[in-house]
Nanobody, 115 residues
Framework: QVQLVESGGGLVQPGGSLRLSCTAS????????MGWFRQTPGKEREFVAQ????????YYADSVKGRFTISRDNAKNTVYLQMNSLKPEDTAVYYC????????WGQGTQVTVSS
């Protein structure tokens, strides 16, 4: 089993920045990728970014490329999502995801971009 705990959400003005964190516990050695998805009411959960824990390969949704950066700290079993130039359409609940190889989800953290 893997447990994921997110933090760092909040309210920010358009153009602002936030950094999300996700810390894994439990069978962390079995994790091979971690990432972030987001969801708004009435819509399906959508992929945002992913990083491989061994090689650091990163993947991004087109909608966040150039604005969001995913990174990892293997010693802390933590991944980060640095979100810059935030837009109102980035408003969503952000969920941390881990593949180990079963799929695990965090509880979600709200990000609201509004003036």
């Amino acid at each position: 089993q893997v447990q994921l705990v997110e933090s760092g959400g909040g309210l920010v003005q358009p153009g602002g920045s936030l950094r999300l964190s996700c810390t894994a516990s439990g069978r962390t050695l079995s994790i091979y990728t971690m990432g972030w998805f987001r969801q708004t009411p009435g819509k399906e959960r959508e992929f945002v970014a992913q990083i491989s824990m061994n090689y650091g390969n990163m993947y991004y949704a087109d909608s966040v490329k150039g604005r969001f950066t995913i990174s990892r700290d293997n010693a802390k079993n933590t991944v980060y999502l640095q979100m810059n130039s935030l837009k109102p359409e980035d408003t969503a609940v952000y969920y941390c995801h881990a593949a180990a190889p079963s799929t695990y989800w965090g509880q979600g953290t709200q990000v609201t971009v509004s003036s």
